[in-house]
């Protein structure tokens, strides 16, 4: 739950910014500038980008542990000075350090919980990192709800700028995730470090210890020898070696494009613009404002459905079910849009995607991108996949406001439904299921790397 802490974070930096957004626009004098809503929006990502490429080779050298203390250090200071900013470009720079916060976090906390978890319970525990994120974005939509004063119907840009809203709300926004942030910073230093890292770097005594708590001794004593054996076939057949050998091809093809697909399936496009979404669908600022909460409570509520679920029905079949759902969920969006259907009938559907994607893409994601890679390369194969997450949620959060002044809101609901068939066809040919196996088992099978041979204890 410690190591989660950094999935929290990850959920209340990322969406924050969609209820402030009503009042720093006007602040900053970019509401009717969809080329800088769309770069204030997405700017975050370029720190992600830059956090998940440094991350795999900073925590193959330093530990994951370090990395993740480094990255609450950064959440905090993000959130200080976020908020303390009357300067558009001081504004970006904090929110891309945050960012960097993010891609650290995102890379870091599911592989970290992975390498630390039994095979049998490691779907549910690295999905407790998407349930913190998932709390950090209902946190986020709470607090700008109860933030924010009421804003009348009608409310021109200039009074909303100088409101409360617009000159100190914002602010008090940004400056809350500091209680979080400062909370993951300090606990983190009573978590032990993964011991499959420590494996790697030849600390034996420290990883016994670390799995002897996790299991006890005769667990321990196994699960020694099943990442013993899994680092000797690695050396010996430099198959685990480089990302560039053939065998890893396949691994991270499944990898660049699973996490690609989780941010193309659109759903963060609703959290980071449920200001335009629901002002097409004819709600106010106040209004708008509750919805988000609703959206994010449900949200909550069907990522606790995937952390029951995931280690019974399995990675694979969920991750179907996710795709085609949204598709067509998505279908109907859209028509909704093209027919002028507003109201209640459009804020339903918004909810039945939300809860599809909590309960599938979501969770899922992030706990087959923790198992797929090979102990040796986990971590550089970690940031590869978490990187193309981040250039896919990039593109996405940028070209929406694009996309919706061109196409309209049906037409680009339809594009993500159409992406989402295309997701599933990729799932039903290409990803192996990996529940109840051990990384080392998952290694062997997607690699071809030698069996482990156990000796009995």
């Given amino acids: 739950m410690v190591s989660a802490l950094g999935g929290l974070l990850f959920g209340y930096d990322w969406v924050v910014i969609g209820g402030a957004k009503p009042f720093y626009e006007r602040f900053f004098e970019i509401a009717n500038s969809p080329f800088l809503q769309g770069w204030t929006m997405s700017c975050a990502l370029i720190g992600c980008l830059l956090g998940a490429m440094i991350s795999g080779a900073l925590s193959d050298k330093y530990g994951r542990k370090k990395l993740l203390i480094f990255s609450a250090f950064l959440f905090t200071l993000s959130a200080v000075g976020t908020g303390a900013t009357d300067h558009y470009n001081l504004f970006i720079f904090y929110r891309i350090l945050g960012g960097i916060g993010i891609g650290l976090a995102s890379n870091l906390s599911p592989m970290y919980i992975a390498e630390i978890s039994p095979g049998s319970l490691r779907g549910r525990f690295v999905s407790l990192n998407q349930l913190t994120i998932v709390i950090g974005i209902l946190a986020a939509q709470i607090a700008n709800w109860q933030i924010a004063e009421p804003v009348a119907a009608g409310a021109t840009d200039l009074e909303i700028v100088n409101s409360w809203n617009g000159q100190m709300g914002w602010r008090w926004m940004f400056w809350a995730e500091t209680?979080?942030?400062?909370?993951?910073?300090?606990?983190?230093?009573?978590v032990p470090e993964s011991p499959r890292w420590l494996a790697q770097k030849g600390d034996s005594s420290k990883v016994r210890a670390i799995l002897e708590k996790i299991g006890g001794k005769s667990y321990a004593d196994s699960e020694f020898e099943n990442i013993q054996q899994a680092l000797k076939s690695s050396a010996t057949s430099g198959s685990n070696i480089s990302?560039?050998?053939?065998?890893?091809?396949?691994?991270?093809?499944?990898?660049?494009?699973?996490?690609?697909?989780?941010?193309?399936?659109?759903?963060?496009?609703?959290?980071?613009?449920?200001?335009?979404?629901?002002?097409?669908?004819?709600?106010?600022?106040?209004?708008?404002?509750?919805?988000?909460?609703?959206?994010?409570?449900?949200?909550?509520?069907?990522t606790f459905a995937a952390i029951f679920t995931v280690d019974k029905l399995g990675r694979r079949v969920l991750m179907k079910i996710g795709a085609v759902s949204l598709m067509a969920i998505y279908l109907l969006i859209g028509a909704a849009y093209y027919m002028e259907v507003s109201g209640v009938l459009l804020l339903v559907l918004v909810v039945l995607a939300i809860a599809c994607y909590a309960m599938t893409l979501a969770p899922l994601t992030w706990v087959i991108l923790s198992e797929i890679f090979p102990n040796k390369v986990r971590g550089a194969a970690?940031?590869?996949?978490?990187?193309?997450?981040?250039?896919?949620?990039?593109?996405?959060?940028?070209?929406?406001?694009?996309?919706?002044?061109?196409?309209?809101?049906?037409?680009?609901?339809?594009?993500?439904?159409?992406?989402?068939?295309?997701?599933?066809?990729?799932?039903?040919?290409?990803?192996?299921?990996?529940?109840?196996?051990?990384?080392?088992?998952?290694?062997?099978?997607?690699?071809?790397?030698?069996?482990?041979?156990?000796?009995?204890?």
């Fill in 382 to 457: 970690m940031s590869v996949a978490t990187a193309s997450l981040w250039i896919s949620s990039f593109l996405l959060t940028y070209t929406f406001p694009i996309l919706n002044s061109s196409f309209g809101a049906s037409g680009t609901f339809w594009l993500y439904g159409i992406i989402c068939g295309l997701g599933f066809v990729f799932i039903q040919a290409k990803l192996p299921e990996t529940k109840g196996k051990s990384l080392e088992e998952i290694e062997e099978e997607l690699t071809g790397a030698e069996k482990p041979v156990l000796t009995k204890v």
């Fill in 243 to 302: 990302l560039l050998h053939p065998k890893m091809r396949n691994v991270l093809i499944i990898g660049i494009v699973l996490a690609a697909f989780q941010q193309w399936c659109g759903i963060n496009v609703i959290f980071n613009y449920a200001d335009e979404i629901f002002k097409a669908a004819g709600y106010g600022v106040s209004d708008t404002l509750m919805n988000i909460v609703i959206t994010g409570s449900v949200n909550l509520v069907f």
């Fill in 179 to 190: 209680i979080p942030a400062l909370l993951f910073f300090l606990l983190m230093y009573f």
